[in-house]
């Protein structure tokens, strides 16, 4: 048996209204795409008002190499992933200490010595503290990170664990890539970071839900759908318009084998992450979810973005602190990412 017991986020510092960054994006675009208005319609499709990102909107329009990019990556990481995590242990009075093993999930950036190496150096963590990096998962890597966590704790239930989750898309922009992918990047992505602590059966401590259940999928020969292209400037985004698609085919599936795998029939919360407003419709009309059921997860796109790994943790986070719930309701945890994949998780609330 497993529990979440507590969540917390961070918040990048630069905040913009999507008013605000479409002239840049124009002007970036604008000799390559003679459509451009047209094209520009995405930022109002997108459903999203704000979004934050750990550089000022003014650097976007500047070349910067891959090099400085990543030195920025780091320190923001660690920055952004310590306040999560220490918002997360206070709302329970934990201390670093008390906790045995970090996950810590990221696809934005590379770093060796790994992200959770810098934060429990800066946080003098016991030197024997177990630490997992998770790296490629994209946007499913909140969930999957979750899950892992999950899975440790189950095996160590006298055990904590916590999971941090750290994604800075900004700093995967590329000024010269001037594809479509990545002009409907500029409209939906974000940066964000948020931590999620579970506990073992054993360890007495308690949350508002406890986990029945997980599952992983896979999706056959499905690279082109969702992920990275590298060349000598970094991360270029791979980002396509199948995505609602397959989710409309593949979910509903996968959903129903995983409760039955549990012995379950309904569905009373959806923690989705919202990968865009396409794919939460797809996720309702799959589904058949009601508009309401998809009011977090709605929120937290308009008023965030799209931070990858993190946004399914800021669903969970809000659900956990905002959200009423009856003993016994069964919430769904969800997320979709590279492979291409998903990764779902069953809960309880007690």
């Given amino acids: ?27 970036m675009f604008s000799e390559v795409f003679p459509d451009i208005e047209r094209l520009l319609h995405v930022f109002e499709n997108t459903h999203i008002d704000t979004r934050r990102f ?41 201390r670093l200490e008390d906790i045995h093993h970090l996950f810590f999930v990221s696809t934005t950036g590379l770093a060796t010595p790994s992200i959770d190496a810098r934060i429990l150096n800066e946080l003098h963590a016991h030197p024997h503290m177990k630490r997992t990096p998770i790296w490629g998962l994209g946007c499913a890597g909140g969930a999957a990170g979750l899950s ?17 989750a750290v994604e800075l898309c900004g700093l995967t922009f ?12 500029t409209s939906l992505f974000a940066d964000g970071a948020a931590a999620v602590l579970v506990a073992g059966e054993q360890t007495g401590f308690r949350g508002k839900l406890k986990l029945k259940g997980t599952m992983s999928t896979l999706l056959k020969d499905s690279y082109d759908v969702m992920g990275w292209d590298f060349s000598d400037h970094g991360f270029h985004v791979i980002f396509s318009r199948d995505i609602p698609t397959i989710v ?41 979810i009601p508009s309401e059921k998809l009011s ?55």
Wanted: hydrophobic share 40%; with cysteine.
């Fill in 174 to 185: 590329q000024r010269n890539d001037m594809t479509k992918s990545n002009l409907v990047a």
């Fill in 296 to 350: 977090i997860s709605e929120r937290t796109l308009r008023e965030n973005g799209n931070m990858s790994s993190s946004t399914v943790l800021f669903v969970l986070d809000s659900f956990l602190y905002n959200e009423a719930a009856n003993k016994g309701d069964i919430a769904l945890i969800s997320a979709l990412g590279p492979g291409f994949s998903s990764e779902m998780l069953l809960a309880e609330v007690v």
């Fill in 148 to 164: 892992r966590a999950i899975d440790y704790v189950q095996a160590h239930p006298d055990e904590l664990a916590v999971v941090v």
């Fill in 1 to 27: 048996m497993a529990y979440i017991v507590s969540t917390g986020i961070a918040k990048a510092p630069f905040e913009y209204h999507q008013k605000d960054i479409r002239p840049v994006v124009k002007n």
């Fill in 248 to 288: 409309k085919r593949e979910l509903p599936g996968a959903v129903f084998e995983l409760l039955q795998s549990y012995h379950l029939q309904t569905i009373d919360h959806f923690i989705i992450h919202p990968g865009g407003k396409k794919v939460l419709e797809a996720y309702a009309e799959s589904l058949s």
């Fill in 54 to 94: 750990c550089i000022p909107l003014e650097h976007f329009s500047t070349s910067i190499d891959f090099r400085k990019k990543n030195q920025l990556y780091i320190q923001n990481a660690v920055r952004l992933g310590i306040e999560a995590l220490q918002n997360c242990l206070n709302h329970v009075q934990l």
